[in-house]
């Protein structure tokens, strides 16, 4: 019977941490700043919004939302981003997805300054992160990290396999698990022996958004499992994309959903905020 690995105990050890360090910074005269931008009224971005909005209250972090109708174009998008790149007290700049159809979302991400980039996912970022020279990780990714860690469980020479090869999770899950010293393999959609691979895991990380994808035959025995997914199920109940009632007999550690990786998400986003404003006011990192 596998032990759960909390994301909701573990994301607030994050945020409480982020907390007293942003009270430090408050008395050396700078309070982080973070600009969320929500473009339409997707129900889901609204949500994910305001829980970015209250998680930084909470941490005492200074937070504003920029709410742009659905039918903003292009020019008036990045001319936004543009206005808080040169705002001083805004230190993060976070653009929610997805966009409306006929916004270039790749185009608005590299319009963010790189150094204000909390989500990580500006060329340059991505390049540090291969390098392994990096000042922002993805925040999913890097919660996964955090999740992992909490086990006890060594990442060192560990077999670890990730479902999926998206540049928002899969990508940069890799090569996380690779500065950790992991021996990794990716998965994906033209992968031969899927079930196979996924049993030599000893840390196996499934980000494909498909419910039931990971059943228990494919789970090594003692195995750390992280499910990423967040899907709805033939009933429209929320789950993972591993076959929990399936995998956890088997696994040594597992991720509920909910309750799992999505909590680490938000943590991590604030630990960025943080470390944004502390390199941008030449306080370290």
């Known amino acids: 019977?596998?032990?759960?690995?909390?994301?909701?105990?573990?994301?607030?050890?994050?945020?409480?941490?982020?907390?007293?360090?942003?009270?430090?910074?408050?008395?050396k005269g700078v309070c982080p700043g973070l600009a969320v931008v929500i473009v339409g009224d997707d129900p889901a971005s609204r949500i994910y919004v305001n829980n970015k909005k209250k998680a930084c209250a909470a941490a005492g972090i200074y937070s504003e939302e920029h709410a742009l109708p659905g039918d903003?174009?292009?020019?008036?998008?990045?001319?936004?981003?543009?206005?808080?790149?040169?705002?001083?007290?805004?230190?993060?700049?976070?653009?929610?997805?997805?966009?409306?159809?006929?916004?270039?979302?790749?185009?608005?991400?590299?319009?963010?300054?790189?150094q204000k980039d909390v989500d990580a996912f500006h060329a340059y970022n991505v390049g540090k992160i291969m390098q392994g020279k990096y000042t922002f990780l993805p925040c999913t990714p890097a919660g996964v990290i955090e999740l992992i860690k909490s086990t006890g469980v060594d990442i060192c020479g560990k077999q670890c396999v990730v479902i999926g090869r998206s540049d928002i999770v899969g990508k940069p899950m890799a090569m996380l698990l690779l500065h950790e010293n992991g021996t990794v393999t990716v998965c994906h959609s033209r992968t031969k022996n899927l079930g196979e691979i996924c049993k030599s895991a000893d840390i196996l990380v499934s980000a494909v958004g498909k419910a039931h994808f990971v059943t228990g035959d494919m789970v090594k025995p003692g195995a750390v499992v992280i499910d990423v997914g967040m899907n709805r199920d033939e009933n429209g109940k929320?789950?993972?994309?591993?076959?929990?009632?399936?995998a956890e007999p088997v696994a040594g550690y597992i991720t509920p959903v909910p309750g799992g990786v999505g909590p680490m998400t938000i943590a991590m986003l604030l630990k960025n905020t943080l470390t944004a404003a502390r390199l941008q006011n030449r306080l370290g990192s």
């Open 1 to 27: 019977m596998a032990v759960l690995i909390d994301g909701k105990a573990v994301s607030a050890k994050v945020k409480a941490q982020v907390a007293q360090e942003t009270e430090e910074l408050k008395a």
């Open 72 to 114: 903003t174009t292009q020019e008036e998008l990045l001319d936004l981003i543009d206005t808080l790149n040169k705002r001083e007290e805004i230190h993060g700049i976070l653009v929610q997805s997805p966009l409306p159809k006929g916004l270039d979302e790749a185009a608005v991400v590299e319009k963010i300054d790189p």
């Open 238 to 246: 929320l789950c993972g994309d591993v076959e929990f009632s399936e």
